[in-house]
């Protein structure tokens, strides 16, 4: 698998308590995921036969998975995830 991308700067910004602010770390986020976005691996389309692989990382501030497919021999992305951390009060609910 590529590198992680850290996406939270841009996450921040769809917050609906928050004021949108552009700063210089979402450039940069925005930046890495694009790049990371446009360049393989590209996403796959399943296929009926070939072992599913499913990759996950948690931390502090977010939880992200891969679903993967082997298909001739090669590790296919299939579809990406991820998920922002919960703020304390969300997770006790």
Do not use: H
Not at 4 to 28: G, Y
Request: proline residues 3%.
């Amino acid at each position: 698998m590529g590198t992680k991308i850290n996406a939270v700067p841009l996450q921040r910004l769809t917050d609906f308590k928050s004021q949108f602010n552009w700063t210089a770390e979402c450039e940069a986020a925005f930046k890495r995921l694009k790049n990371a976005l446009c360049s393989s691996p590209m996403l796959s389309y399943s296929q009926s036969s070939g072992m599913f692989i499913l990759d996950t990382d948690a931390s502090n501030i977010g939880v992200s998975a891969t679903l993967s497919q082997m298909q001739d021999n090669e590790e296919k992305v299939i579809e990406y995830g991820l998920q922002p951390s919960l703020e304390k009060t969300k997770r006790r609910t």
